[in-house]
C-alpha cells in the first residue's frame, strides 16, 4: 500500500542537492563527495548530472560526521559505517512508514541544528 504522500515518505527518494545536504548536514560538500568517493554514499545524478541524495543517505552521512569528529579518517569512517549499516536490519520502505512524515503532521520551519536533531533521529529510527 502506497502512502497518501507519495515521494515524501520514502527514506530512499533522492531529494536533497549537495548544497542542500552541507546544510543540513553542517559540512563541506567536498566531505560528501569524499563520502561517495569511498563507496560509503551512492548518490543519485540528476539529469543535469547533479548530485542528490535521500534521508537515508543523509543519516548515513550523518552517523559518518559523527565517527569522524571521534578522530578517524574518511576511509576508515566509511568502512566503520559500512560494517555498522550492514549489522543492522533494513528500513522500513515507505509503505511500510504511513500514515507520513510525523504521523501525518506539518512540520514547521526549522533551524540548523533542529534539522540534525531529526536527521540523527532518522537514523535512530531505521536502526
Do not use: W
Not at 571521534?70 to 550492514?86: M, W
Not at 512508514?97 to 514547521?108: D, E, K, Q, S
Amino acid at each position: 500500500m502506497r502512502s497518501r504522500h507519495g515521494k515524501v515518505d520514502d527514506l530512499g527518494y533522492p531529494a536533497f542537492g549537495m548544497g542542500a545536504a552541507a546544510d543540513l548536514l553542517d559540512v563541506e560538500p567536498a566531505f560528501l563527495r569524499a563520502l561517495g568517493h569511498q563507496g560509503l554514499l551512492n548518490s543519485h545524478r540528476s539529469q543535469g548530472g547533479h548530485r542528490r541524495d535521500s534521508r537515508a543517505d543523509l543519516a548515513l552521512a550523518a552517523r559518518a560526521h559523527e565517527i569522524v569528529d571521534d578522530g578517524h579518517t574518511v576511509a576508515a569512517t566509511c568502512r566503520i559505517a559500512l560494517i555498522e549499516r550492514k549489522s543492522r536490519p533494513p528500513a522500513p520502505s515507505s509503505s511500510e512508514t504511513a500514515p507520513g512524515v510525523g504521523g501525518g503532521r506539518r512540520v514547521p520551519r526549522r533551524t540548523g541544528e533542529q534539522n540534525m536533531i531529526v536527521l540523527v533521529a532518522l537514523r535512530n529510527e531505521s536502526s
